[in-house]
């Protein structure tokens, strides 16, 4: 399956931004779904996973209360809603894909998109 991320962009401490991942060459209905952030000299960390269904997801500690990710299957995509963001959550963003339900682990997951930026400005 081929990821493409996309509406990132720059926003305001406190202010809320969605991205979307879309799938092509496979459903998207057939794997779990995680995000992935990666900060300038930081390795990159799990950020929120849901599983094929959407009725079970996995959240950072750090994002927990302010991002939640969703998907539609009908429309081959998953987002990630982010509200109340912060300058830590500076970071470029990946989505993947699994197929083990909404792991956290990175290792587990097979298929990556290229990266939209978020910067939020303090």
């Known amino acids: 399956v081929q990821l493409q991320a996309s509406g990132g962009g720059l926003v305001q401490a406190g202010g809320s931004l969605r991205i979307s991942c879309a799938g092509s060459?496979?459903?998207?209905?057939?794997?779990?779904m995680g995000w992935f952030r990666q900060a300038p000299g930081k390795e990159r960390e799990f950020v929120a996973a849901?599983?094929?269904?959407?009725?079970?997801?996995n959240y950072a500690d750090s994002v927990k209360g302010r991002f939640t990710a969703s998907r539609d299957n009908a429309k081959n995509t998953v987002s990630l809603q982010m509200n109340s963001l912060k300058p830590e959550d500076t970071a470029v963003y990946y989505c993947?894909?699994?197929?083990?339900?909404?792991?956290?682990?990175?290792?587990?997951?097979?298929?990556w998109g290229q990266g939209t930026q978020v910067t939020v400005s303090s």
């Open positions: 849901i599983a094929r269904s959407g009725r079970s997801t």
């Open positions: 060459g496979r459903t998207l209905s057939s794997y779990g």
């Open positions: 993947a894909a699994t197929d083990f339900g909404a792991t956290m682990e990175s290792r587990l997951f097979h298929s």
